[in-house]
């Protein structure tokens, strides 16, 4: 066969395998996430949770409902954004850490939208149980926990996994003492296990798509 | 298994375009014949020449489509393919073996 023979010449199992591994990782690098989703709604959620905090904090009206309307309605506007943006780049090639990430953020997301609205909605129609809403952000870090814990396995990022264990932990702060400050521990988290792993992976990314342009 | 006994190793993959080929099909769903090339560094005519080789052997199946007017190749690695692959990096692991 005809690459054979020089093959044969300098073979070693070894630099084989090694130039497989090579590969593979080089291909799967091709679908590293960018980031950009999660330092977007990390910041709107930051900021809305800041002024719902500061509001609770000095009893005073700053048009709390108004801001989450706004701030949502500009998360979604950039997310629709950055999907067209994403469609518009020829995706040469699908993975199956792409479907696997698309469906862990889809859930989750969902979920917790819908866990948000019901409880701050909904709580005092017909026969639904009366929630206080200070207890979303217990349930959004639930959540978060599991989105992040299984998007750091899907992508095989141990830190991103380990992401989830601080959710959870927070989760629990925040079910154990549900005080007005749990609203400003929300907004710190988020900052800090939202905007912060965004803006690392957006490093990793750039970094990641320039060795590969190189190559 | 003797350290050199190539004969145990499958020589439709036992090419260095064609076990880049395998390698990049493995770590993805479909990649499209662009997609390999870049990954690859080979041209146009000696991927063709490779792929047509595995096409040939089912290890991968090749489809040609338009897409917005223009042709797409898409290639996939097949369940065959992905046996005799694995079989292959068994067979070089157990070379590796002490």
């Given at each position: 066969?005809?690459?054979?023979?020089?093959?044969?010449?300098?073979?070693?199992?070894?630099?084989?395998?090694q130039?497989?591994?090579?590969?593979?990782?080089?291909?799967?690098?091709s679908?590293?996430?960018?980031?950009?989703?999660?330092?977007?709604?990390?910041?709107?959620?930051?900021?809305?949770?800041?002024?719902?905090?500061?509001?609770?904090?000095?009893?005073?009206d700053?048009?709390?409902?108004?801001?989450?309307?706004?701030?949502?309605l500009?998360?979604?506007?950039?997310?629709?954004?950055?999907?067209?943006?994403?469609?518009?780049?020829?995706?040469?090639?699908?993975?199956?850490?792409?479907?696997?990430?698309?469906?862990?953020?889809?859930?989750?997301?969902?979920?917790?939208?819908?866990?948000?609205?019901?409880?701050?909605?909904?709580?005092?129609?017909?026969?639904?149980?009366?929630?206080h809403?200070?207890?979303?952000c217990?349930?959004?870090?639930?959540?978060?926990?599991?989105?992040?814990?299984?998007?750091?396995?899907?992508?095989?990022?141990?830190?991103?996994?380990?992401?989830?264990?601080?959710?959870?932990?927070?989760?629990?702060?925040?079910?154990?003492?549900?005080?007005?400050?749990?609203?400003?521990?929300?907004?710190?988290?988020?900052?800090?296990?939202?905007?912060?792993?965004?803006?690392?992976?957006?490093?990793?990314?750039?970094?990641?798509?320039?060795?590969?342009?190189?190559? | 298994?003797?350290?050199?006994?190539?004969?145990?190793?499958?020589e439709?993959?036992?090419?260095?375009?064609?076990?880049?080929?395998?390698?990049?099909?493995?770590?993805?769903?479909?990649?499209?014949?662009?997609?390999?090339?870049?990954?690859?560094?080979?041209?146009?005519?000696?991927?063709?020449?490779?792929?047509?080789?595995?096409?040939?052997?089912?290890?991968?199946?090749?489809?040609?489509?338009?897409?917005?007017?223009?042709?797409?190749t898409?290639?996939?690695?097949?369940?065959?393919?992905?046996?005799?692959?694995?079989?292959?990096?068994?067979?070089?692991?157990?070379?590796?073996?002490?």
């Amino acid at each position: 066969m005809e690459n054979n023979i020089s093959l044969q010449e300098s073979f070693r199992p070894e630099d084989e395998l090694q130039y497989i591994r090579k590969i593979i990782a080089d291909s799967r690098a091709s679908f590293v996430e960018d980031g950009k989703p999660y330092i977007w709604w990390g910041l709107v959620v930051a900021v809305g949770m800041s002024v719902t905090y500061i509001s609770a904090l000095t009893n005073r009206d700053l048009y709390v409902g108004y801001v989450w309307i706004g701030l949502v309605l500009f998360g979604f506007a950039t997310i629709i954004y950055y999907m067209i943006q994403q469609k518009k780049q020829v995706k040469r090639a699908q993975s199956f850490i792409d479907r696997i990430q698309g469906a862990i953020w889809g859930a989750c997301g969902g979920s917790l939208g819908l866990a948000v609205l019901l409880i701050n909605t909904f709580q005092h129609t017909g026969d639904a149980p009366t929630i206080h809403p200070i207890y979303t952000c217990f349930v959004s870090s639930l959540i978060l926990g599991i989105a992040y814990f299984l998007s750091g396995i899907a992508n095989d990022l141990n830190w991103l996994r380990n992401v989830g264990f601080a959710w959870w932990a927070g989760a629990i702060v925040m079910y154990l003492w549900p005080t007005v400050h749990v609203l400003g521990i929300y907004a710190g988290m988020i900052l800090v296990f939202q905007v912060v792993p965004g803006i690392i992976l957006q490093r990793r990314y750039r970094l990641l798509t320039a060795v590969l342009s190189e190559a | 298994m003797n350290d050199f006994d190539y004969q145990q190793l499958d020589e439709v993959i036992h090419s260095r375009i064609r076990l880049a080929i395998m390698a990049v099909l493995i770590s993805v769903d479909e990649a499209e014949f662009t997609f390999l090339r870049e990954r690859i560094g080979a041209t146009d005519g000696n991927l063709s020449v490779h792929l047509k080789k595995l096409e040939e052997a089912e290890y991968v199946t090749v489809t040609k489509q338009f897409v917005a007017k223009k042709p797409v190749t898409t290639c996939k690695l097949s369940k065959k393919g992905r046996k005799a692959f694995e079989l292959y990096i068994d067979r070089l692991e157990a070379m590796v073996r002490p």
